[in-house]
Structure formats: C-alpha cells, structure tokens
C-alpha cells in the first residue's frame, strides 16, 4: 500500500488543501463530499466560467489552468477530469509530490498505470483509485461476510450494471461502466481470471458497443458474470454471490434501504441426497448508514495525513485495468 508522507507547515487538525480537476457530473460529486469536509480549496475546470457559481456557492476558488493544481497551496489532488487523461495527470501531480485520488479508470493502458504506480511508490504518495464499491459499507458487509464463511466456499458472482443512461462517445459501455463491477468481482475472488470471454451488443451505432455480457473463470474454479448497459429501459445494479450453503445479493438500486443486502441461508436441501433449492425469502443484514463517497473521501484525506492505507491502490486498481482489456480483447476490441 502506499502511504503519504506527513503535511507539513499545517495547523494540527488541519484538513488537507486538495485541487479537484475536473467538474463535470460526478465531478461535482466529489466537489460537495470534499467542501462538506473542509478539504476543497480549488476546482480547475477547461470551463471555469461555467463553474463560478458552483464554486462561489462551495466557498472555493476555480481555475482553467491545470498548473494551479500543483502549486504550493495545495497538499493533494483529486481527478475527476476524462479517462483519456487520468494517467497524465496523476503523473503530473505525483511529480509535483501531490497525493492523488484519481476516478476510474487509472489508466487507458497497463503501461500508464504501472507508471504511475511506480512514481508513487518511489515518492512514497498515496495515489488511489475511484472504485467507489469497494467503499460502499454495504458492499464492505457482504465481502467480510463472504471470507467469514456465511455462505459456504465462494463459488459464483455476477453483477448487473443496467442504466438507461448517459451514451458517450469517447468510451464504451465496458470502460465507462464495469469498473466498478470488475473491483468488486476481483476483490471477492481475490485472485485473477484466467479465462475471458465477451459478448458486445451494439445498439445505437456500428463501432461503440452499448452492452457487454462477460464472463470470467478463475484458477480456483470460481465463475462470474457481468452485464453491464447504459441502454437498459430500467435500472439495476445488483450483484448476487452464490456459496455452497447459501447466497448474498446486494442491491444498490432497491428502493428500501434494509432491501439492499439479503442473505439467504441453506438455500440447498441435501437431506434426502437429491439437491433441492429451498425457496425462502432471505434475512436483512444491516450496514452502516454512511454515504459510500464520503467513506472514500474520507479514506484519501487520512491517507494524506498519514493515518492509515487505502483499499484501492495500484495493487487493486491494475488488476481491473487488466481484465477491462482482457474484455475488450475478447469482445473483438483492441489489444
């Protein structure tokens, strides 16, 4: 895990000063998560003008120039800026001895991430990625239950991702959405695949898929599924964790909060040496009541004081970079 020298020239308690790039939707997420904890010292935006209001109402200043970020008012950098430049600029922020907090992905290519993941482990900087599941307490629930054995020995995973959604054109509906899922598939399985396959769906155009079905063996013997959408007619994110003696399902998008994570125990009925599934209809399991992007801001701005790891480093976060792809690859796409 990296770790972040101490802030020094600080007041005691201080929160770290931290430059967010780019503010753009979910960008203005982690804008108000910052301000809220009195870590947001300055948004740079190509269209600052458009963000003065925004800025004003945060108590924070705004910039169109990058170079700001890096200058010696600021003690971290946070990058919400396109995918196509997250690499660049965690680089250019670790050189200046910046701690970064870059969204997903790390990086377009392998090469780029490991990169930077050797710049931040020469320097000794915190640099984590934006995969905000891992941080969500729900989620953090089922994987502590899942190594407790609550369900037996792991045996499948599959996670829906299906939004009727934002289309992009400068990525498809793999990179721009099964980050998240492919964290939390790896982070279960604790290992990587090692077969993939893919199916792209091609809807709206001829050249960016809107749909990818994926699925993954591991070396344990593990399986799993993704499915991930931006042109489903409903909404789901849910990912179901099958054991030998029981299942988990989280359920982000379920309307009732003590709906989101269920556990069905001894789902199988061996008594008479036939299997047969018992149908029931699961156990609630509480979780805390934390927003999971304030648990990751959080995270980062303890990282930067020094005051502990964070779950998604470079360790974490390549291994993703590898199996999108790995995905990508096997949908046809570029190696």
Known sequence: MHMTRSIDNRVPGASPRV???????WGRNIARVLARLGALELIVDHDAERLRLYADELGVRVSSDPNS?????IDAVAIAAPAVDHANLAIRALTANKPVFVEKPL?????????????????????????????HPAFVTLK????DGAIGELRHITSHRLNPGAIRTEENALWSMAPHDFSM?????????????????????PSIPD????QLRFPSGITGQVNVSWLSPYKEHKLT????????????????RDQKLIIYRDYIDRSDGTPRFVKGAGETVDWPAVEPLEAEMRTFLQAVQGEGPVRTGPEEAIPVLRLLRAAEVAAGGRG
């Open 19 to 25: 430059a967010l790039i780019g503010c753009g939707r």
């Open 69 to 73: 970020a890096f200058g010696e008012r």
């Open 107 to 135: 990086a377009l290519e392998v090469k780029d991430a490991e990169a930077a993941s050797s710049l931040a482990a020469e320097k000794k900087l915190t640099l984590m990625v934006g995969h905000l599941l891992q941080y």
């Open 144 to 147: 502590r239950l899942v190594a």
């Open 185 to 205: 598939v790896l982070g279960l399985a604790r290992e990587e695949p090692h077969e993939v396959s893919a199916l792209p769906v091609r809807v709206v155009g």
């Open 211 to 214: 749909q990818y079905f994926v």
């Open 241 to 256: 964790v099958l054991g030998t003696t029981g299942a988990l399902v989280f359920e982000d998008t379920a309307a009732a």
